[in-house]
């Protein structure tokens, strides 16, 4: 096709392009498993960059916001929209680097309570969403 012919003309595009299509499902996949494991109500929302996820999990898929500019602002934005989960992962971290503190697990982060982690991304639940978000 005339697309693949002018991609394979930048050099790197069609390696970069092949590995993040092998990868990238992969480790989303996962960590939609694993959330669906941990939820069982197939109601809730998560927010993430894609809709990967949520759609591995049986969740609903949000779009991660522009807005929130903090983790306290996320946090408030999730509590308003019912937003039960967040997904942070490198694809996160690359457009939205101000919340590159949920990407330390040993980090405590008001409002927000780790329930899985891989070495590709990190799932919170947001305590107080009005979706039953509160730690049992």
């Given at each position: 096709s005339v697309l693949a012919a002018a991609a394979a003309q930048v050099p790197g595009t069609v390696r970069k392009t092949a590995a993040e299509i092998r990868v990238s499902p992969v480790f989303l996949k996962d960590l939609g498993i694993a959330l669906g494991?941990?939820?069982?109500d197939k109601t809730q929302a998560v927010i993430a960059r894609k809709p990967h996820t949520a759609f591995y999990a049986g969740l609903r898929p949000l779009m991660f916001p522009d807005k929130p500019r903090t983790i306290d602002e996320l946090v408030?934005?999730?509590r308003e929209h019912r937003i039960r989960y967040v997904?942070?992962?490198g694809i996160e971290a690359r457009y939205r680097p101000q919340f590159a503190e949920l990407a330390r697990a040993d980090a405590?982060?008001?409002g927000l309570i780790l329930m899985h982690r891989s070495e590709y991304g990190f799932i919170y639940r947001v305590e107080g969403s009005g979706a039953g978000g509160r730690a049992p």
């Open positions: 494991e941990i939820e069982p408030s934005y999730c997904l942070y992962s405590v982060h008001p």
